[in-house]
């Protein structure tokens, strides 16, 4: 296991006022070496990643972790690119079913050592964030006990932060699926000041009752890191931009007006077929949609 020094901080560059910085998701580039898809990403222009930590990247359960980590440390180093944990592999911890235990089971032994772990290799890393969720609520499991073990859950995460912010994720089907349910278990775990939100921007253009620039400013204070991504109202599929339903400059202009100083990283896992290309299409949408932005 990796060894967490208590001065550890996360590294986030100095940004000039406005200017957003752009990353692309490891779980879109499953079918490439974590090496190899890190220099695709330099060499196109990313300036972060959003490593979701699985087998072939990075796997927290698997045999010398601190030597690993270490690399991926001087990788990332070497190549200008700042960096967020992840925690959505799919069959990490179980290979019978996806996401599975989740902090919302009977025994979410192993998923809270799942988080301990990403905790501590985010600090090892110098991680802006490390962002988690809650879950799908399993049916056996009656909605105020779900609640009452993610809340535990959740404040033994948080115990345990190792100074690095935590992005917590609603997720459109999950325990917590909107911003009104974050900040309600941000309330019932008292407010913590290192638990902040993971804002993914298809996600609100599903499900949240605003406009996505509105979702934006709403949690703006306690925004931690966003995913980016296109999507359709009421359906939950990560499309690439331009396939979806989401106008981009103005939510852009409210992450730059907001002066969120994160990753912006790109969310599309479905999309690993074609990654090299797809993100190279990406960035340059991105950039694009906030120049239009500016001007606006």
């Not at 330099?42 to 980590?69: I, K, M, N, S």
């Not at 852009?252 to 599309?268: K, R, S």
Request: one cysteine or more.
């Amino acid at each position: 296991m990796t060894t967490v020094t208590p001065a550890a901080a996360p590294r986030r560059p100095a940004t000039a006022p406005g200017r957003l910085r752009f990353g692309y998701g490891t779980n879109g580039f499953a079918n490439h070496r974590l090496d190899d898809a890190l220099g695709v990403l330099a060499d196109l222009g990313y300036e972060g990643v959003a490593l979701t930590l699985d087998h072939d990247h990075l796997d927290p359960f698997a045999p010398g972790l601190a030597r690993r980590v270490d690399a991926v440390r001087r990788r990332l180093s070497a190549l200008g690119l700042a960096v967020v944990v992840e925690t959505g592999a799919r069959y990490l911890l179980d290979p019978w079913h996806k996401h599975a235990p989740t902090l919302l089971h009977d025994d979410p032994s192993r998923r809270i050592e799942f988080l301990r772990r990403a905790v501590r290799i985010g600090a090892d890393l110098g991680a802006e964030a490390v962002s988690f969720w809650a879950g799908v609520r399993p049916p056996e499991v009656p909605p105020a006990v779900a609640w009452e073990r993610l809340v535990a859950g959740c404040a033994t995460v948080c115990a345990e932060a190792a100074g690095v912010p935590l992005g917590f994720e609603p997720e459109p089907g999950m325990l917590v699926e909107d911003i009104a349910g974050w900040r309600r278990l941000r309330d019932a775990l008292g407010a913590p000041p290192g638990f902040g939100i993971t804002l993914d921007i298809g996600h609100c253009r599903c499900l949240e009752p605003l406009p996505v620039p509105d979702c934006v400013t709403a949690v703006a204070e306690h925004l931690v890191n966003v995913q980016i991504d296109d999507m359709r109202r009421g359906v939950h599929e990560h499309l690439e931009f331009g396939a979806g339903e989401i106008d981009f400059p103005p939510v852009l202009a409210a992450l730059a007006d907001a002066g969120y100083p994160g990753l912006v990283a790109v969310e599309l896992p479905r999309h690993a077929h074609a990654a090299p290309t797809v993100a190279a299409r990406s960035l340059d949408f991105l950039r694009a949609a906030a120049r239009r932005g500016e001007r606006r």
